[in-house]
């Protein structure tokens, strides 16, 4: 009888640490998916950029002095992004990339050429929507990291995070004191 | 802001209940009048969910077949495209199908059995007279829908309020045509009597109670919609902005009918009609005013 006993309150332990385990293993894949998208935003603004700088030169050229601070700031981002930074540190490049592009926007608006042209026009778009999903990518990130890192501090989910491997994660957080916590905005 | 999405979800599901319970009376007094024991109930519940299934899978096919929307990719509408992409990103949901109306008057609605079947449809007219913001705000209210899952709680409602009325026409049919076996049964006592009078009133007035609930739902779930676009959005400017355009004009969807009313996210049918009382209760949208009074409260209470 007490064998019994025994046996099933072993059963139910092992039952309640697989469903403990399985639940922090998803919420590390939900971050990482989460981090996933954000990135695919990231690479694709670093794409565009570019494309931006060009046609912008082609209006504004002499306009040197905003146009290399886009250059430099995507580079200083793309190359932490691809050392596989911490997202802390890779957030805050991208808070200044953001505020460049800020820059270059508010320049173009001083050349009506610029605006008429069809190519910016679309680039223009395409920035934007850019920036939006990264601004709603990291709301759906930062949502996934709290919801990880809260069981990863709670018991009893805190006593297994570490056999699974499942660690505290770093918010993507712009510098709170930053404009660019909200979007680019472009006038149309 | 979230308090409210908690208690509309409430009330609609609490519609839906009463939709159920209307059902089982309407059956009830099938049963009582006609005769056939549990059959009237049978019959009740295998038309629900015949209508249910049915339109479960077949819904935005008919919706699309109905209203003549055609497929875009991003290079024929690139920021229709792109703004339905933010939106899904916003919701965590799978990118829908995204597909225009040809009309000219604005409108858009979103269908699908579940957010991997999704689509999500505008008119030319809605993508002219709209600015980047709005639309966002507009796709942000349909994208609710299919993160609420609206369409599967519309077409719960619609099969059931569709199998009240089959069953009160089919009540015609039998006690007309049929043999009531339950005259011989009931030797007139009052309660009895009572209850059969119940069962008529029941059967006469469950059609019109049926579709007061249906337009219920729907008034519900399109506020909720418009909720949840705020949470999505960050933004109540864009939709309210986007449905003041909405009700300063005047044209009509035209390839709509009371069929797909509730599809729609601004009403397609008549706008302005007096706006008396019991022509509210039986619009599938709550006023537009309302609903515009509704964001700039929320506007004005600030993130």
Known sequence: MLLLVVLVVLVVLVLIFIALYNKLVRLRNRVDEAWAQIDVQLRRRYDLIPNLVETVKGYAAHERQTLEAVIAARGAAQSLNAQGASPAAIAQAEGALTNALRGLLAVAEAYPDLKANQNFAQLQEELTTTENKISFARQHYNDTVRQNNTAVETIPTSFVAPIANVTRRDYFELDPTDPSRNPVQVQF | ?303
């Open chain 2, 1 to 303: 802001m979230y308090d409210a999405i908690a208690r509309n979800r409430r009330k609609s599901w609490l519609l839906v209940a009463l939709a159920f319970l209307l059902l089982f009376a309407v059956a009830e007094a099938f049963n009582l009048y006609v005769g056939g024991g549990p059959a009237g109930l049978l019959v009740a519940l295998a038309i629900a969910s015949a209508g249910t299934v049915g339109s479960y899978y077949f819904s935005d096919k008919l919706a699309l077949a109905i209203t003549g929307a055609r497929e875009v990719e991003h290079q024929h509408a690139p920021q229709l495209v792109n703004v339905v992409h933010e939106m899904a990103i916003a919701a965590g949901l799978p990118m829908p199908r995204v597909m225009i109306v040809p009309d000219p008057a604005p409108n858009a609605f979103a269908t699908g059995r579940d957010p991997e079947h999704a689509v999500i449809a505008v008119t030319t007219g809605l993508l002219e007279r709209l600015d980047r913001e709005e639309l966002q705000g507009v796709i942000g209210h349909e994208m609710s829908h299919v993160l609420n899952r609206d369409t599967r709680v519309t077409t719960l409602v619609v099969a059931v309020c569709g199998a009240i009325v089959m069953l009160c026409d089919l009540f015609w049919r039998f006690s007309f045509f049929g043999s009531r076996r339950s005259r011989s049964r009931d030797d007139n006592s009052g309660a009895a009597a009572i209850l059969l009078v119940i069962g008529i009133v029941t059967i006469v007035l469950a059609p019109l109670a049926a579709a007061l609930i249906q337009a219920a739902v729907s008034r519900k779930r399109e506020e909720l919609a418009d909720s949840t676009a705020v949470a999505l959005t960050r933004n109540p400017a864009g939709l309210r902005r986007a449905l003041e355009k909405l009700m300063g004009d005047q044209s009509v969807v035209r390839k709509t009918s009371r069929a797909t009313a509730h599809l729609w996210i601004e009403s397609p049918l008549d706008r302005e009609h007096g706006g008396s009382w019991l022509n509210r209760m039986f619009d599938t949208h709550p006023p537009l005013t309302q609903r515009i009074n509704a964001l700039r409260t929320i506007e004005n209470a600030g993130p």
